[in-house]
């Protein structure tokens, strides 16, 4: 295939949609003669901040001199920031390459009669491949969504990671926090220790279902913490205390109060790591995480006015950005480019991020579960409401309300934020 048929052949599997279950990624892998178990792996998910923490721990093991494998998603722009090598992307023609390999077992599964694979397990199945073609060592896996049931979830690595558990995907996961959590801890395996942020009841399913596979839990708060030093030219400056395994203090190139819960559980996992590999050392981590990046979330672009791109997605993710720009921009009335998918608490997301002296642009986001301008617009109490009728358009507006002495924040959606970041930085 080429890169655009490739593009063709994904969206036409688009169309299933998401299928959660194992038996498809399971006989596709089989077939593919297991490349995931040709790699160690750390296993991420969580509500938010998965994110962060895979490219943390990715920058991590890659500043040790591991040959590292990160895999994420969605995608802002293009499909080949899903699978990077020590920090550089898939080209596009290896993506193309990995995608039509897999399609050939795709299509021996579909002859056996089995039910067509989706996107996502394509994807996850051809990320597999390719990490192991490459020789990674390592693999940081992002869970797609929930975990027990994610096409990830095949994988045995050497850490489980839950970063936090609020309600998300209820559709698919379950509408009550336990219900997000047995999906979240689905990921923890036999004798595979795990690190977590979560709190309340969320936390205690974790600790049963690590009973019951007979590993230890790792927890913000009990087993290490972390405390805000303040900023400096521009970062973080963090200290992080894990205890027996280790401490440190390291400016952090993401910013953010969530940012400093994300850095701890990092922190601690590659700790955690380097008890079993020499090379993972507190100089390494350091030196990572003064450099890390994650674009499009709590990214800051200067300019007149300021713009702020931020893919918070969710009632706590809008939770966490709105006290972050009330940390950085204290006082300051906020100017919104909001997108936001129907299938998400689209109310929680407003009442946690919109106040009544903000101005808010609404957009739609590039999916096809996007809400309309008009239907979020109808929902916000602000200052200033009002629908455009395309991304560019909307931002370019959002500029003029607020300013060259304002502040823009294009938030909602990351279907939204690939498209904002290439109008904002490259056009």
């Not at 303040?230 to 280790?246: C, F, H, I, R």
């Not at 979330?297 to 939770?319: C, K, L, Q």
């Not at 002296?357 to 200033?384: F, G, K, M």
């Not at 455009?388 to 607020?402: H, M, Q, T, V």
């Amino acid at each position: 295939m080429t890169y655009e048929q490739t593009l063709a052949y994904l969206e036409n599997l688009s169309k299933f949609g998401i299928n959660l279950g194992m038996d498809r990624i399971e006989r596709l892998l089989d077939l593919m003669q297991h490349p995931e178990r040709r790699f160690k792996s750390i296993h991420v998910t969580g509500t938010n901040g998965k994110g962060s923490t895979t490219a943390m721990l990715s920058a991590i093991l890659t500043a040790s001199g591991v040959k590292t494998g990160m895999y994420t998603s969605p995608h802002l722009v293009d499909y080949p920031e899903r699978m990077v090598v020590n920090g550089q992307e898939i080209t596009r023609e290896e993506f193309a390459q990995a995608i039509d390999y897999t399609s050939k077992f795709v299509d021996q599964m579909l002859a056996e009669g089995f039910e067509q694979p989706t996107e996502f397990e394509v994807i996850t199945a051809a990320a597999f491949y390719y990490f192991a073609a490459a020789g990674v060592e390592y693999a940081v896996i992002e869970v797609g969504l929930g975990g027990l049931l994610d096409s990830t979830n095949v994988i045995i690595p050497e850490i489980s990671v839950i970063t936090n558990v609020t309600l998300e995907h209820t559709d698919r996961c379950g509408s009550t926090i336990a219900d997000i959590a047995r999906h979240k801890a689905g990921i923890i395996k036999q004798d595979v220790p795990v690190v977590t942020a979560a709190t309340g009841e969320a936390l205690d399913i974790i600790r049963q279902t690590a009973a019951a596979q007979n590993t230890q839990v790792y927890v913000k708060g009990e087993q290490f913490s972390s405390e805000f030093k303040g900023l400096e030219n521009g970062k973080q400056l963090v200290a992080v205390d894990a205890g027996s395994l280790g401490r440190l203090e390291t400016s952090l190139n993401l910013i953010g109060c969530h940012q400093l819960e994300n850095s701890a559980v990092a922190v601690t996992t590659a700790l955690l790591l380097g008890t079993k590999d020499p090379r993972i050392t507190i100089q390494a981590i350091k030196k990572a995480l003064d450099i890390v990046r994650w674009p499009g979330r709590f990214e800051i672009v200067t300019g007149n006015p300021v713009i702020i791109i931020d893919g918070a997605h969710n009632p706590d993710g809008a939770r966490v950005l709105r006290q972050n720009l009330d940390q950085v921009f204290p006082g300051q009335a906020i100017t919104f480019a909001l997108g936001i998918l129907r299938d998400k608490d689209v109310t929680g997301i407003i009442h946690e991020l919109i106040r009544p002296a903000d101005s808010v642009v609404t957009v739609q986001p590039l999916s096809y579960r996007a809400a309309t301008p008009e239907e979020i617009a109808r929902v916000i109490q602000a200052r200033h409401v009002e629908a455009a009728s395309s991304i560019a358009g909307g931002i370019d507006r959002a500029k003029e309300l607020a300013g060259p002495e304002g502040v823009v924040c294009v938030a909602g959606s990351l279907y939204l934020i690939g498209e904002a970041r290439q109008i904002i930085l490259y056009k």
